[in-house]
């Protein structure tokens, strides 16, 4: 299951940092050359910057997420591209009045996979925490942070529910 939501992130995470980047730094050329962009409505710079800000926090988020597939990180992040996903793609599917057959088919296929992947990723990390805590075998490093026992605390001591500092 870890694989599975390591790849599903990485290929969420490679897309929002790409689209994020060159709609941050580049927006003119992100408008006029990315495919049915132009279907939209005309161009800004301030609302093409905006938007290529946050698709790469969301980016980030989800490559964090993919390097350390801890469900505190796995959930939020795709919690976060489902919010943006799931809008975008109902936009675009009602708003292909002037695309053509194929920049329709694009449109729906690409954020359709965007809407969809990260609610199918979200029932598998959960199931994946549900396992991961039903099985005796998991030493207390192996499971998430929240499922280990409180530590008694000294006076000044901040409990960061890490077994690697003791």
Known sequence: MTLVLRIGLAALAITELVVG??????????????????????????????FGGATLGIGIVLAAA???PRSVLVIPALLAMAAFG?????????????ATGSEATFLVASTGLSAILP????????LRMTRD??????????LEPRDLEPRDLGPGDTDLRDPALG
Request: charged content about 20%.
């Open 21 to 50: 980047a060159w709609n941050q730094f580049w927006p003119e050329s992100f408008y006029s050359d990315f495919p049915t962009v132009d279907l939209t409505p005309p161009f800004a710079e301030h609302y093409a910057r905006d």
């Open 66 to 68: 993919a390097f350390v």
């Open 86 to 98: 799931i809008p975008h793609f109902v936009y675009h599917l009602h708003h292909l009045e002037a």
């Open 119 to 126: 609610p199918v990723l979200l029932v598998v990390a959960v």
């Open 133 to 142: 805590r039903r099985r005796p075998d998991l030493e207390p490093r192996d």
